[in-house]
């Protein structure tokens, strides 16, 4: 069951407010591990996930089935390695976040097109089944949140008005990299449209839900290579989902409802 952060609905905290700032802000350590190539600089993971890949190379739109790629888009956690990033403004267990998901994690996973060049999902490709992910409030404890990878469902899209999966020029509608796909969405033989249709809005990404490992909030999270093996992961950004407005509202009603009955008691 999620907690249910009172304190910041009747304190009138606004979805604006608690989205501020919805990226990783701060590096605190990084091991690149054995096999992560070039891919090293772990700054890349730093700010909003990557819309369009590959300029001045070979430009494409993010999609499912076109992931970013480029060396300043992308860093690599190789076999035995470790990534270690922070928030400047803690990400909540918030009671209004759809699907009751607080965290976005984008990797460069990607859909495998078995009607290439038409986009039609088969399975899935770059998956990181060796990756460890833990979170924490204070960067002194730490929780494994299991069940969570970062090369995996959903693969990141960056606008969501695209009908080429693999086109070479960006979109003019852009998807919310703060709003989770729907965990019941089956992507399995779905058209792009379809996909995109699915995303409802969303650009993707792997969705945690800190409060089903009994965290309130966090500001930490970090990600290990167990592999021993030159198998190396990538991490593109992570973000903070956004609050529903309409159900942050309702619940802040309520709050301050329960509220004024205290005080007429």
């Known amino acids: 069951m999620r907690v249910v952060i009172v304190a910041l609905l009747v304190g009138g905290m ?8 919805p990226w990783a802000d701060r590096v605190i350590s990084y091991n690149p591990g054995l096999g992560a190539g070039t891919y090293t600089n ?35 956690i ?23 998901i607080d ?16 986009g039609i999902v088969g399975g899935l490709f770059g998956q990181s089944g060796a990756a460890r992910v833990e979170l924490s409030s204070d960067g002194q404890v730490w ?54 249709a699915g995303y409802k809005g969303s650009g993707g990404g792997a969705g945690v839900d800190i409060g089903a490992f009994g965290l309130g909030s966090v500001s930490f999270v970090r990600f290990t ?16 989902v956004a609050p529903t407005p309409g159900v942050l509202a309702l619940l802040g009603m309520f709050a301050g409802a329960g509220l004024r009955r205290r005080r007429c008691l």
């Open 103 to 118: 965290l976005l994690i984008f990797g460069n996973a990607g859909f495998i097109d078995i009607d290439y060049p038409n």
């Open 225 to 240: 290579n167990l592999s021993s093996n030159p198998a190396a992961f990538q991490i593109d950004a992570l973000a903070a």
């Open 78 to 100: 190789g076999g035995g390695g470790h990534l270690t990033l922070a928030f400047d403004e803690p990400v909540l267990n918030n009671p209004a976040n759809p699907y009751g």
């Open 143 to 196: 929780v494994t949140a299991t069940g969570i990878a970062p090369d995996r469902l959903f693969p990141t899209l960056g606008y969501l008005d695209l009908t080429d999966p693999y086109s070479v020029a960006p979109g003019n509608v852009l998807s919310d990299f703060t709003r989770p796909v729907d965990p019941a969405f089956d992507p399995m033989g779905k058209t792009f449209a379809q996909i995109i």
């Open 14 to 21: 606004t979805p604006a407010i608690m989205a501020a700032d």
């Open 42 to 76: 772990p700054s890349t993971a730093l700010g909003q996930p990557t819309r369009f890949t590959g300029v001045g190379v070979f430009p494409g739109a993010v999609t499912p089935f076109n992931p970013a790629w480029m060396e300043t888009e992308l860093v690599s």
